[in-house]
């Protein structure tokens, strides 16, 4: 006899009692906000505790919340074009072109390959072989890794799905530390944060490091100043290269792995080595197409072609592996993870960018405009930094909280007095590390909170901690060198 399928039911209560409180509020809503702003925000914000109380998966929970939108007339299914004034509304269909999201996926299923061909193994047996006397050696090796990768691959999400998601995998089996088991605190929860947080400090680094920092880079053109390349990795630099030394260490202080030291790791890296025996054609295939991306990845930093385009050379690679057997079609099917960040990240990205459509977020850069008047430049900057990193917790898309904030909130710290160069440029670090907030902060946090290793809970409050730690490192340590380097 078939049952039905268990549902947990009560986990709907906090977010529909939020949801129903806040747009029953709608008739008394800010000045400024239209109805349909302020209960495209009731929406969110009840999507958003959905996705914490888990009354479903987070994909079941975020088609809801959209589900709902087209139920109050919030959004159409398909885009709609008004025939006066040829104005398009966005229909929720068109949520799902993400390409962020797309490359994700796509990444998960090339790191599928990685861990089916064994290679990710044979790599992850020679990075324990070098680094894995000790856990904390594990996680500085990542760190470094990612550092590297962020000079060449221009994607943040690439770097993290397509490259340093898969050996971490590895690695975390190769200690036999599972996700969705109590063996995941072995190793494997500990540095799947450690990667997340390389992959932050990485993009922070370096101008090219994330499609958001050359939005900022554009927009604080328009005030006037203009970041180089180089000017941005020397402000970062001293910032950067302290937290890439405390992040992984206090990480290992707070959320310490099982496993610390493994004195015997060399040799037992080696044994598995030899019995692997050579590397297979499968796997030489794989080496092959993942290499061939990382170059891809790389040229699109440099040349601007479709062909280059970072989530076209992960269907690229896909394609590859299907075409020559590494893959088969159904193994792309059974990929649970990947087409379950797709549904959930396209659908909060499509709601996010509803509330700057619907003018939610420009009569909440104009609120703090108007509150902040009057006041000093340096508190100023400090609240707006503040406010700039804890509203990304109302963002799932670095590049849109860039796109709605940065030049609204660069304005208002200028006319109050602060240096033009202090204020880009922190306000600019301050959209990266504020990707230590949730779990579908930025695709790489999709990627990495959704693997198995860490609880949303658990995601939830050591980012918050590691947050604190980089406000003060950035926010502080950071406005003093950019003193001693003269910028302002």
């Known amino acids: ?25 709608t008739p008394w809503r800010p000045t400024g906000l239209t109805p349909q702003a302020w209960e495209m925000f009731a929406i969110f914000v009840a999507t958003i505790v959905g996705c914490i109380t888990k009354p479903l998966p987070i994909g079941g929970t975020t088609l809801t919340g959209l589900v709902v939108m087209v139920l109050v007339g919030l959004a159409p299914i398909n885009n709609v074009v008004n025939p006066k004034t040829g104005v398009v509304t966005t229909g929720i269909l068109s949520a799902f072109s993400n390409s962020a999201a797309w490359l994700i996926a796509m990444a998960f299923i090339m790191a599928y390959g990685i861990t089916k061909t064994g290679l990710g193994n044979r790599i992850a ?14 996680g500085y090796a990542i760190t470094g890794l990612e550092l590297i990768l962020g000079a060449l691959i221009p994607s943040n999400s690439a770097r993290t799905g397509g490259v340093v998601w898969p050996l971490t995998e590895s690695i975390s089996a190769s200690y036999d530390s599972k996700p969705n088991d109590p063996s995941r605190k072995k190793i494997g929860s500990y540095i799947d944060l450690v990667a997340f947080h390389a992959n932050i400090l990485s993009t922070a680094l370096f101008l090219t490091g994330a499609a958001a920092n050359v939005v900022a880079q554009q ?33 290992y202080k707070i959320y310490p792995p099982e496993i610390k030291e493994t004195p015997n790791a060399k040799q037992w890296a080696k044994n598995n080595l030899a019995k692997m025996g050579k590397v297979t054609v499968p796997e030489k295939i794989m080496a092959a197409v993942f290499t061939l991306a990382i170059l891809l990845w790389i ?21 590859l592996l299907l075409l ?11 990929q649970a993870g990947a087409w379950n960040i797709l549904v959930w990240l396209s659908i909060l990205v499509f709601m996010a960018g509803k509330l700057i459509s619907f003018g939610f977020i420009a009569w909440f850069s104009n609120a703090i405009q108007t509150s902040l008047h009057g006041i000093s430049w340096g508190v100023v900057l400090v609240i707006l930094v503040l406010v700039m990193f804890y509203t990304h917790y ?13 030049l609204p909130f660069l304005s208002v710290a200028v006319a109050t007095g602060a240096p033009l160069p202090l ?40 980012n918050f901690i590691i947050g604190l730690v980089y406000l003060v490192i950035f926010g502080v340590i950071g406005t003093l060198w950019m003193k001693v380097l003269g910028m302002w």
């Open 324 to 334: 020559t057997g590494v893959l088969t079609a159904q193994d792309i099917f059974n």
């Open 423 to 462: 204020a880009a440029m922190l306000l600019a670090f301050t959209t990266i590390i504020n990707n230590s907030s949730t779990h579908y902060a930025n695709p790489s946090a999709s990627i990495l909170a959704t693997t198995g290793y860490v609880t949303q809970a658990e995601w939830w409050k050591n």
């Open 394 to 406: 109302f963002f799932a898309s670095g590049t849109a909280h860039v796109t709605a904030l940065y």
């Open 1 to 25: 006899m078939k049952t039905l399928e268990k549902v947990h039911y009560q986990g709907f209560v906090w977010p529909l009692i939020i949801g129903i409180i806040l747009w029953c509020i």
């Open 219 to 251: 927009m604080a053109a328009q005030k006037g100043y203009q970041m180089t390349w180089a000017s941005w990795f020397i402000a970062a630099i001293v910032p950067v290269a302290i937290s890439a030394i405390i992040v992984p260490w206090l990480l």
């Open 299 to 319: 040229l699109s930093g440099i040349i601007k072609a479709p062909q280059l385009d970072a989530t076209f050379v992960a269907f690229l690679a896909v394609t």
């Open 125 to 138: 047996y020679w990075m324990i072989e070098r680094f894995g006397k000790k856990s904390l050696g594990i």
